[in-house]
Nanobody, 128 residues
Framework: QVQLVESGGGLVQPAGSLRLSCVVS????????IGWFRQAPGKEREGVSA????????YYVDSVKGRFTISRDNAKNTVYLQMNSLKADDTGVYFC???WGKGPTGPWVVVPTQYDYWGRGTQVTVSS
């Protein structure tokens, strides 16, 4: 059974940091791209970042470049999203998702329909 489980969310002050984890089970990371999305109340789900497991390439949307870093630990079947210099606009539920058989990252990674499996999300709230 394929599962993706996010953790690491919470309440943080502006300019603070959080590290999200996405643990996958039921498949190995070898042939998947893993993406992170977020959804704020009343807004559509937004792609944030992704990593290709096949070649390690990464992708970030402009709003998080220089602040967020995505990485993977294949031995632990885990993908991380390190979030620094957090802003109120980063608030939302963060989801990880897996796309089977995809190649290097590119603009496709922010399209939710490109993904096959989803986690249930973890809440990130940036507030003073």
């Amino acid at each position: 059974q394929v599962q993706l489980v996010e953790s690491g969310g919470g309440l943080v002050q502006p300019a603070g940091s959080l590290r999200l984890s996405c643990v996958v089970s039921g498949f190995t990371l070898d042939y998947y791209a893993i993406g992170w999305f977020r959804q704020a109340p009343g807004k559509e789900r937004e792609g944030v970042s992704a990593i290709s497991i096949s070649d390690g390439s990464t992708y970030y949307v402009d709003s998080v470049k220089g602040r967020f870093t995505i990485s993977r630990d294949n031995a632990k079947n885990t993908v991380y999203l390190q979030m620094n210099s957090l802003k109120a606009d980063d608030t939302g539920v963060y989801f990880c998702a897996a796309a089977w058989g995809k190649g290097p990252t590119g603009p496709w990674v922010v399209v939710p329909t490109q993904y096959d499996y989803w986690g249930r999300g973890t809440q990130v709230t940036v507030s003073s």
